[in-house]
């Protein structure tokens, strides 16, 4: 869990959700993408290193 940042990040969801209570949004930064819950904003986010992420979104491409 990464602890909020004094600049606020620019979060952005799928334009494939359904609602706004069934997904994740994303925030990219130069150094990492932060993940969240669109139901729990106030929990906080999961932050990945770029490559991490360019690996993830690579498998699920892939398939």
């Known amino acids: ?3 909020p940042d004094p600049a ?3 979060f952005r969801k799928s334009s494939y959700s359904v609602t706004a209570q069934e997904c994740v949004e994303v ?3 130069s150094e ?3 993940v969240r819950d669109s139901a729990h904003r106030e929990l906080g986010y999961l932050t ?3 490559a ?3 690996a993830f979104l690579t498998e699920l491409t892939d398939r």
Do not use: G, I, S
């Open 1 to 3: 869990m990464h602890t």
């Open 52 to 54: 991490e992420w360019r």
């Open 32 to 34: 990492f993408v932060a």
């Open 48 to 50: 990945f290193p770029l």
């Open 8 to 10: 606020p990040l620019a």
């Open 27 to 29: 925030a990219v930064t």
